[in-house]
C-alpha cells in the first residue's frame, strides 16, 4: 500500500491541525495504521495506532486526551486530529502501515512521507 501524508502547517499553541493520511489500493481496511513524528536532532516516536477495523486505538502518554485518531476505509485515509496543541508538538509526522497495529516503526511496512507541524509558543 502506498500512503501519503498531509495537513501539516504552522499552529499556535493551543490549537488544533488535522493530519490526514491518504492510501491508494482497494485493501486499505487490511492495514493497521501508526502515526509517528520526529523532532529535529530526536529519534523517531509512536504518536498513535488504530486497529484495520478502526475498533482499537492506542496513544502515546504525551497526547493522550488531545489527539485521536479516526479512520474512514471508505475513503482510505486514517487522520490524526491534534488539538490543544503544544511548542513540544512540533515535528515531522509520518503515517505508516502494517497487518497489526505495533508501537514499534520497525513493524511498519509502508510509509508515507513527512508533513512538517510546527507549534508557535
Known amino acids: 500500500v502506498q500512503l501519503q501524508a498531509s495537513g501539516g502547517g504552522l499552529v499556535q499553541a493551543g490549537g488544533s491541525l488535522r493530519l490526514s493520511c491518504a492510501a491508494s489500493?482497494?485493501?486499505?481496511?487490511?492495514?493497521?495504521v501508526g502515526w509517528f513524528r520526529q523532532a529535529p536532532g530526536k529519534e523517531r516516536e509512536f504518536v498513535a495506532a488504530?486497529?484495520?477495523?478502526?475498533?482499537?486505538?492506542y496513544y502515546a502518554d504525551s497526547v493522550k486526551g488531545r489527539f485521536t485518531i479516526p479512520r474512514d476505509n471508505a475513503k482510505n485515509t486514517v487522520y490524526l486530529q491534534m488539538n490543544s496543541l503544544k511548542p513540544q508538538d512540533t515535528a515531522v509526522y509520518y503515517c505508516?502501515?502494517?497487518?497489526?497495529?505495533?508501537?514499534?516503526?520497525?513493524?511498519?511496512?509502508?510509509w508515507g512521507q513527512g508533513t512538517l507541524v510546527t507549534v508557535s509558543s
Open positions: 489500493g482497494r485493501t486499505f481496511s487490511s492495514y493497521a
Open positions: 488504530i486497529s484495520r477495523s478502526g475498533g482499537y486505538t
Open positions: 505508516a502501515a502494517n497487518s497489526h497495529t505495533s508501537y514499534y516503526s520497525s513493524n511498519y511496512d509502508s
